[in-house]
């Protein structure tokens, strides 16, 4: 099994920065892609950013030049740092991993459980 726990969520003003971060622990061969995602309220939840294992990230043209994603391989991590935030920010962030726990299995969808993010005067 593996687990994915975010931290760093919080209470910002506009046109404040915030950083996230995403361990992944447990059974782990190998990560292909990770991501950030997040849901408003009211909202689906939308693709924010994803970098795949070779480091090539794509945003969401919402946030492209305001957030900034990056992995560490060997310690299964993700950051998300987030400047120049808007109110529309607001959301909850949740860090996603595809996984392969064995050489042998085919990878696995996981996700963390979320941290909020409320961008307010």
């Known amino acids: 099994q593996v687990q994915l726990v975010e931290s760093g969520g919080g209470l910002v003003q506009p046109g404040g920065s915030l950083n996230l971060s995403c361990a992944a622990s447990g059974r782990i061969f190998m990560i292909n892609s990770m991501a950030w995602y997040r849901q408003a309220p009211g909202k689906q939840r939308e693709l924010v950013a994803v970098?795949?294992?070779?480091?090539?990230?794509n945003y969401a043209s919402s946030v492209k030049g305001r957030f900034t994603v990056s992995r560490d391989n060997t310690k299964n991590t993700q950051d998300l740092q987030m400047n120049s935030l808007k109110p529309e920010d607001t959301a909850v962030y949740y860090c996603y991993a595809d996984v392969r726990s064995t050489e042998l299995t085919r990878s696995r969808d996981y996700w963390g459980q979320g941290t909020q993010v409320t961008v307010s005067s």
């Open positions: 970098m795949t294992r070779t480091g090539s990230p």
